[in-house]
């Protein structure tokens, strides 16, 4: 499974930014994709991930800024990201999980930098 994440870049605060991540390989049994953040000096943390049917699930912090989508015939996940702050700063990871077996995959981080 190879998963190319694109979009990040600089932006100031309270500008929006949308990432895309395309899957390819063998999507079999894949079911929930998602994005992660990881900022200097912190862990990784779940941003927002969705699952096959839809359900969708968001970090406290990003709720009511961002949405997170998917294009099943693309095999594409976006992440739009509205009224960014600085504390968004962070390298972006996109993840694909196969829940039933707990084997994540990720894609190479793309940074996203809030100017203030």
């Known amino acids: 499974v190879q998963l190319q994440a694109s979009g990040g870049g600089l932006v100031q605060a309270g500008g929006s930014l949308r990432l895309s991540c395309a899957v390819s390989?063998?999507?079999?049994?894949?079911?929930?994709m998602g994005w992660y953040r990881q900022a200097p000096g912190k862990e990784r943390e779940l941003v927002a991930d969705?699952?096959?049917?839809?359900?969708?699930n968001y970090a406290d912090s990003v709720k009511g800024r961002f949405t997170i989508s998917r294009d099943n015939a693309k095999n594409t996940v976006y992440l739009q990201m509205n009224s960014l702050k600085a504390e968004d700063t962070a390298v972006y990871y996109c993840n694909a999980e196969r829940s039933l077996s707990g084997i994540h995959y990720w894609g190479k981080g793309t940074l996203v930098t809030v100017s203030s």
């Open positions: 390989g063998s999507i079999f049994g894949i079911n929930v």
């Open positions: 969705i699952r096959n049917y839809g359900s969708t």
